[in-house]
């Protein structure tokens, strides 16, 4: 079974931090780009954060540069999201995501190959 396991979710205050990590099973996505997408409750599910796993290349959503931080370890097959000076705004489902075309960047939905089942983050004022 190929999948995409979310973990670190949960509750904190606005300014505080959290590190979501995302582990794949079931075949290695060393050289898949990775990506992370953000849901809040009736909204559209927005890009956040995205990483070139064969080129170490990364970009971010304007609304978290110098904020958030991806990276990865591909030795154990897993990509994460560090979180810092969280606002409550911030506040959605996180979902982690391999892309479609190898080391390409994703940064569309459309370019998805694999979601996670999401884990939740809530930020509290």
């Known amino acids: 079974q190929v999948q995409l396991v979310e973990s670190g979710g949960g509750l904190v205050q606005a300014g505080g931090s959290l590190r979501l990590s995302c582990a794949a099973s079931?075949?290695?996505?060393?050289?898949?780009?990775m990506v992370w997408f953000r849901q809040a409750p009736g909204n559209q599910r927005d890009f956040v954060a995205t990483?070139?796993?064969?080129?170490?290349?990364?970009y971010y959503a304007d609304s978290v540069k110098g904020r958030f931080t991806i990276s990865r370890d591909n030795a154990k097959n897993t990509v994460y999201l560090q979180m810092n000076s969280l606002k409550p705004e911030d506040t959605a489902v996180y979902y982690c995501?391999?892309?479609?075309?190898?080391?390409?960047?994703?940064?569309?939905?459309?370019?998805?190959?694999?979601w996670g089942q999401g884990t939740l983050v809530t930020v509290s004022s």
């Open positions: 990483i070139n796993w064969g080129g170490g290349s990364t």
């Open positions: 995501a391999a892309g479609k075309y190898g080391n390409i960047l994703v940064t569309a939905p459309g370019h998805v190959e694999l």
């Open positions: 079931g075949r290695t996505f060393s050289s898949y780009a």
